[in-house]
């Protein structure tokens, strides 16, 4: 009707780890040739969609067996599992 099409494009970026320690989290957003980019926050609508806002990684240094990783906590953990940083800070995101 609207002419609209809509489509996932997947992408990579190299990113040194010295940056991921120095930084708390990583987010990403999109834009279309309009210019037009997603929503920094989730939103609602009356149906109980959300919408597809900016993706969001929380990050830390962590050491595991002697050894120093850059641990990525994604928002929300899958299917019915507990965790995720937003289940942590709510009203922060």
């Known amino acids: 009707a609207y002419e609209i099409h809509w489509?996932?494009?997947k992408?990579?970026?190299l990113v040194e780890r010295s940056r991921l320690v120095k930084s708390s989290e990583i987010i990403c957003r999109a834009w279309d040739?309009?210019?037009?980019?997603?929503?920094r926050d989730l939103t609602w609508n009356l149906m109980?969609?959300?919408n597809n806002p900016q993706f969001r990684?929380?990050?830390s240094e962590v050491e595991f067996l002697g050894k120093r990783?850059?641990?990525?906590?994604?928002?929300?953990?899958?299917g019915t599992l507990k965790?995720?940083?937003m289940g942590h800070t709510a009203g922060e995101w």
């Open 69 to 78: 990783f850059v641990r990525c906590e994604h928002p929300t953990e899958p």
């Open 33 to 39: 040739e309009a210019n037009n980019t997603q929503p």
């Open 7 to 9: 489509t996932w494009v």
């Open 83 to 85: 965790g995720g940083w």
């Open 48 to 50: 109980g969609m959300g």
């Open 11 to 13: 992408f990579s970026k």
């Open 57 to 59: 990684v929380k990050t």
